[in-house]
């Protein structure tokens, strides 16, 4: 059960998009499309914003979206704002019938 | 309001046990699979068990397998956390959240709600 592999540190500038990847392999990301991604603020509970890899909760804004390519799933937040500073974990299904977080990415905004 | 409140954390030494507890509110607790989510101080979060809505799907991570166990009473919507031979690398903030779908699997479905946490410190 290695955790999903995510770059520590993703920046950006106002109103850009950044993409945040996840990777796993075929027994979690690639076979299943049960990948979901979580916003977490400092010292609060996540936020789930991503669920089925690419399907957005209600409430959570449009400018989040999920995508997968083989063994890596992906996050791109479109229009970058200063209130999407936070970081941000994937987690995936896997064939142990178990689930697994990644290694969390910080996203900075210039 | 949909609400998980989390309790039974504190100090214990290495070895020992401690019983978390999460109360759900503000939905059908028996209709979902729920989780148990742990974050070390200053670490990413950690999956430790799911258990789908009727106890019959239940996983665990590796580094708890064997030593923690995961319940629920859907009578008094409740899940609990029995982690018994405690070693310091359980130190963390354990989450209880609910799962988002109707899955009968415990550990398919993404997490949309999360209680605050219980902290839990294991050291001599």
């Known amino acids: 059960q290695s955790a999903l592999t995510q770059p520590a540190s993703v920046s950006g500038s106002p109103g850009q998009s950044i993409t945040i990847s996840c990777t796993g392999t075929?027994?979690?990301?690639?076979?299943?499309?049960?990948v979901s991604w979580y916003q977490q603020r400092p010292g609060k509970a996540p936020k789930l914003m991503i669920y089925e890899v690419y399907n957005r909760p209600s409430g959570v804004s449009n400018r989040f979206s999920g995508s997968r390519s083989g063994d890596t799933a992906s996050l791109t937040i479109s229009g970058l704002q200063a209130e999407d500073e936070a970081d941000y974990y994937c987690?995936?299904?896997?064939?142990?019938?178990?689930?697994?977080f990644g290694t969390g990415t910080k996203v900075a905004v210039l | 309001e949909v609400q998980l409140v989390e309790s039974g954390g504190g100090l214990v030494q290495p070895g020992r046990s401690l019983r978390l507890s999460c109360a759900a509110s503000?939905?059908?607790?028996?209709?979902?699979?729920m989780h148990w989510v742990r974050q070390a101080p200053g670490k990413g979060l950690e999956w430790v068990s799911g258990i789908s809505w009727n106890s019959g799907s239940i996983g665990y991570a590796d580094s708890v397998k064997g030593r923690f166990t995961i319940s629920r009473d859907n009578a008094k919507n409740s899940l609990y956390l029995q982690m018994n031979s405690l070693r310091a690398e359980d130190t963390a903030l354990y989450y209880c959240a609910k799962a988002f779908g109707y899955s009968t699997s415990c550990c398919v479905d993404g997490m949309d709600v999360w209680g605050q946490g219980t902290a839990v410190t294991v050291s001599s």
């Open positions: 075929s027994s979690d990301v690639g076979a299943y499309n049960y």
């Open positions: 503000g939905f059908t607790f028996d209709d979902y699979a």
């Open positions: 987690s995936s299904y896997t064939s142990s019938s178990t689930l697994v």
